[in-house]
C-alpha cells in the first residue's frame, strides 16, 4: 500500500531514495485516509482561512445594493475606509489580488506598445498567467530579485525604455509587498524611497502589488500609508491575512479608480449586491488587524526557532530574515526534495505513536521548489496548533538526521 501511495505523488526517480530513508527502519506508515483520529495543521496558506464569527454576524447583516451602479452601501464604506488606510483618494473593490494588478496593468499601460518592469520572483509574472500580455497587450520585462524582495537600481535604469523607435515604451515598475517567494520579505523603505525617486525622474508610475502589504506594516511598525506614499496604485488582499473569506482592494486617485471601474466591468468583475462580501472585509481591517498578524508573525517565528534549534544541517532556516508568517524550510535534496519533506509531513509512523500517542499529527505545507518548503502562518491556527506542528516537524527531521 505504501509503494502505490507514494507513486501517487512522488516522481519514480526519487521513489528509491524516500523508500531508503524511511523502509530502512522498517516504520510502517499510514496515509491521511488510513487515520481515524487525527489533527490536521494547514500551514500551505493563509488563503484557508474561513470567516470568523464577526465577520459571518456582518455578513448576514450587511446592508447591500447594487455595486455596478454605486449603491452599495457597505462595499463604498469599504472602498473609503482602504483609501484612508493608505492614504490615497479611491479604492475599488474587485474580486481577486489577480484581477486588481490586471487593472492596474491596463490603466497604467494604456499606450500600445507599452512594457512594464517586474521582479523575475514576482506574483505578477510568474502566477497570472501572462495575463498582462493575454489581456491587456503589455509586455513584461524582469529583472532578478534579490533574496529579500529587491532588484537591482542601477539594473533598473539600464532597463527603462521610451526614446527608440524599435523598443517598447517602460510604461510602469511594479513590485511586491511583502515577496511571497522571497520568504514574505517585507521590503526595505529606503530602498522603495531610492526607487520612487528613480521613478519619479522618470516620469514612471509604481504599482504594488501589495496582497500582504498589512504584514509590512506590522513587521515594520509604520503604518501602510508610509509604504505606499510613493505609488500610483496599490493593490492588496483580504483573502490572505486579513482573514477575509473573498475580495482584494485596488487604491489609487479619484481619477485612477474612475478608470479602473471602467476596466472592472470590462473583466467581468462588476459585482451587484456585494456587500454580503464586503462586509467582512470591513471587519478584516477594523481595528484588530494589527494584533491578529503580529500573532501570525510571532507563531511563524517560533515555528523558525524550532527547526534552527535542532542545528539540522539538511534542513534549515535563514532565522535572520525572518520577517512576516511565511516560513521557508531550505532543504538539502541530496536526502530528501521538498515534495518528498511535504508528503513525510502528511503521513504517520508506528514510532510517531509512542510520541503523540492518541494526537496524531498531519502537516501540510507547500513544496515551493525541489529544495524549499513554504510554511503560512494565519488566523485560523491556534497555539495548540503551533506546538503540535512543530513537534511533527522536529519528528521528522530528527528521523531524517537519524
Sequence with gaps: ????????????????????????????????EAITHKEVVDLRSDTLTKPNALMRKAMFEAEVGDDVMGEDPTVMALEKKAASLLGKEAALFVPSGTMANLIAIMRHC??????????????????????????????????????????????????????DDHE?????????????????????LDWLDKL?????????????????????????????????????????????????????????SKQFIKGA???????????????????????????????????DHARALKIAHAVVNLQSKKITVDIQNQHTNIILLNIDSKYMNAQEFCQRLSTVTDQEKTIFGNKLVIVRAYPKNES????????????????????KIKSVIQELES
Excluded at 122 to 148: C, M, W
Aim: charged share 20%; net charge positive.
Design 261 to 295: 471601474r471602467r476596466s472592472r466591468k470590462a473583466l467581468g468583475g462588476g459585482m451587484r449586491q456585494v456587500g454580503i462580501i464586503a462586509a467582512a472585509g470591513l471587519i478584516a481591517i477594523g481595528e484588530s488587524w494589527t494584533e491578529r498578524l503580529t500573532k
Design 168 to 188: 517598447p515604451v517602460t510604461a510602469l515598475i511594479c513590485v511586491e509587498n511583502t515577496h511571497n517567494l522571497c520568504g514574505g520579505k517585507a521590503l526595505p
Design 196 to 252: 520612487a525617486h528613480i521613478a519619479n525622474l522618470r516620469g514612471i508610475p509604481l504599482h504594488m502589488d501589495g496582497a500582504r502589504l498589512f504584514n509590512a506594516s506590522v513587521y515594520q511598525q509604520v503604518p501602510p500609508s508610509r509604504i505606499v506614499r510613493d505609488f500610483a496604485s496599490i493593490s492588496f488582499c483580504l483573502s490572505k491575512g486579513l482573514g477575509a473569506p473573498i475580495g482584494s482592494l485596488l487604491v489609487g
Design 110 to 163: 494604456n499606450q500600445r506598445g507599452s512594457e512594464i518592469i517586474v521582479g523575475d520572483s514576482s506574483h505578477i509574472f510568474k502566477y497570472e498567467q501572462g495575463n498582462s500580455a493575454q489581456i491587456a497587450g503589455v509586455q513584461l520585462r524582469t529583472l532578478p530579485n534579490k533574496v529579500d524582495g529587491t532588484f537591482d537600481l542601477c539594473e533598473l535604469e539600464r532597463n527603462i525604455r521610451g526614446d
Design 372 to 391: 524549499s518548503v513554504r510554511l503560512v502562518t494565519h488566523c485560523d491556527l491556534t497555539d495548540d496548533d503551533v506546538d503540535a506542528a512543530i513537534q
Design 1 to 32: 500500500m505504501l509503494t502505490f501511495h507514494i507513486k501517487r505523488f512522488l516522481p519514480f526517480k526519487k521513489l528509491a531514495t524516500f523508500k531508503t530513508i524511511w523502509y530502512k527502519n522498517k516504520r510502517t506508515m499510514y496515509s491521511n
